[in-house]
């Protein structure tokens, strides 16, 4: 049986990012993408001019009319914007219950252009991170999560995971990914932690400058791929290994003149 599964985020026009990649990642990975829209943005390869907030009373009404009639396996949250669609957004997952939720906590675009207000940043905390299966920080956005200065090496990174879990629930099949993409050199080592277990991930960096979106390609990679394999290590490694293959396409696409989207159909085009 072919999954559904649920993407809440924004949409960047330019397909790169948001909604739009989500779906693209979901599709080639075998799964069904649907979409509740959470924001709109305008913005290009090179940047955002302006987001335009969904209210929270219609972001909750595509939650629950969309939960009313599809069968959701995973979930995938992404851009919220602000603190009352976070709520909105937490308490129709508290109450749908979906299986498997992978949060990619998404406050700053490639550009730098912020993407998630500060108030809503306590409500992230508080709500969504203890109804998700795994959280995907990228080591600034841990650092906004924890009040503390980003990672600077592989060491460090092994202690903020340790913290990034404590503000997830006891339960157990909880999973921290934090992602090393931002570490100087030419690794780019990944931590994938539970509480108990700690794994390295590795990889190499890429030599490309179109990588708009590869936060949003990798936890919907994930979200496509946990109702599909054992356990979360399996879906994650290789939804990593999905968007490693993504990115070493990318240049083959002529998609505007700044950070350029990746290659998410890679193995058919």
């Known amino acids: 049986m072919i999954n559904n599964t649920l993407t809440i985020a924004g949409m960047d026009p ?14 080639a990975l075998g799964s069904y993408g649907c979409a509740v829209v959470a924001a709109l943005t305008a913005q290009n390869t090179q940047g955002v001019t302006g987001v335009q ?10 939650l629950d009319t969309l939960f009313q009639d599809v069968r959701i396996d995973a979930v995938k949250i992404g851009m919220l914007g602000h603190e009352k669609v976070t709520l909105a957004v937490a308490e129709k997952l508290a ?25 809503a940043i306590h409500v992230l905390k508080e709500t969504l991170i203890p109804l998700s299966t795994i959280i995907t920080p990228n080591l600034p956005e841990a650092g906004v999560l924890l009040n503390a200065r980003p990672a600077e090496a592989l060491k460090e990174m092994y202690r903020v995971a340790e913290k990034l879990r404590k503000l997830m629930s006891d339960q157990e099949n909880k999973w921290v990914l934090l992602k090393g993409g931002h570490l100087p050199g030419n690794d780019t080592v990944d931590l994938l932690y539970n509480g108990d277990k700690m794994i390295e991930l590795p990889g190499q960096r890429i030599a490309t400058k179109n990588t708009h979106g590869t936060g949003c390609t990798l936890s919907a990679a994930i979200c496509a791929l946990l109702p599909q394999r054992k356990n979360v290590p399996e879906a994650t490694q290789e939804a990593k290994e999905y968007l490693i293959a993504a990115i070493a396409k990318a240049d083959l696409l002529t998609v505007g003149s700044g950070h350029g989207p990746v290659q998410h159909f890679h193995a058919w085009w």
């Open 14 to 27: 330019s397909g790169g990012a948001g909604i739009l990649a989500d779906i693209k990642a979901m599709s």
């Open 53 to 62: 907030a969904i209210t929270p009373e219609f972001v909750a009404l595509q």
């Open 95 to 119: 109450r749908f219950k979906p299986e498997y939720v992978v949060l990619d906590p998404v406050m700053v675009a490639k550009s730098g252009d912020v993407l998630l207000e500060k108030n």
